[in-house]
């Protein structure tokens, strides 16, 4: 599939049987307002601890968009790896990055939300990192982006003209956070440490620390986001699926 072709992204609903190969990565859209119905099946999933940062929350929006979300992943995992739900147990690496606990440890997985949209990603054997933005007008990008972004990326969104500033500057951001969270390091890599480019049509290459390659891809997922994917290697393809509530 072309970048071009990427961009444009339709999400077809999953198929019967899910399988990953080594070359490809997944792409998972869903929407975090599951029908009422649905909310408790997806909350049954969860670990205690998961429940009860979910208890934490303020508002029920809130509490509900974090029910959905972890128990989507939950869902979409097990399928991967043909498991319940409710059996998977997660961990963290060194510095915070969520992975699965005592079972396939090939299975690598990412997951991005904004504003009632989530991404998940998926790959076996391959590092892999999303982010999704809902794109706003009344944010102070530029200010933003002279603290966070490199000179180089600076001056490149000065360069766009006012009506292009907000979707270079998403575009830039969620490619950055995309990278970084695929890396697993956080922030010990400072965002201004390193360039991509503002063009939401291009496919990037990154050298990072240890001289890991990596591969950046931007797109919309849905009217009004814009998100990026970032995997280790080159060459990998991908492919992406809506997730739909179980009937």
């Known amino acids: 599939m072309t970048d071009a072709g990427f961009s444009s992204l339709v999400w077809p609903a999953a198929p019967a049987e899910l399988s990953l190969s080594s070359d490809e990565v997944h792409v998972w859209r869903a929407l975090l307002s599951p029908r009422p119905e649905e909310l408790p099946r997806l909350e049954a999933t969860l670990a205690p601890d998961e429940i009860s940062r979910a208890a934490r929350f303020v508002f029920q929006r809130d509490r509900e968009s974090f029910v959905a979300a972890r128990g989507i992943l939950r869902e979409l995992l097990g399928a991967y790896l043909g498991q319940p739900p409710a059996a998977l147990k997660f961990d963290s690496g060194p510095r915070g990055k969520p992975a699965l606990k005592d079972c396939a440890p090939w299975m690598r997985f990412n997951l991005a ?21 809902l794109l706003r ?11 966070f972004f490199s000179p180089r990326e600076v001056a490149a969104l000065r360069a766009l003209p006012p009506g292009l500033r907000v979707d270079g500057f998403f575009t830039c951001w969620t490619k950055k956070e995309a990278y970084v969270k695929a890396s697993g390091v956080g922030l010990e890599i400072p965002l201004d440490s390193f ?3 503002l063009s939401a049509a ?11 390659n990596w591969t950046l891809h931007s797109f919309r997922p849905a009217a009004r986001y814009v998100a990026a994917l970032a995997g280790e290697g080159r060459g990998w393809r991908f492919r992406g699926f809506e997730w739909t509530p179980v009937l």
């Open 202 to 212: 291009a496919s990037e290459e990154l050298c990072g620390p240890g001289n890991v």
């Open 113 to 133: 939300h904004s504003h009632g949209m989530a991404l998940y990603a998926f790959a076996k054997g391959r590092e892999v990192g999303v982010d999704i933005e």
């Open 195 to 197: 360039d991509v480019s």
């Open 137 to 147: 007008h009344d944010f102070g990008g530029m200010e933003v982006a002279e603290r």
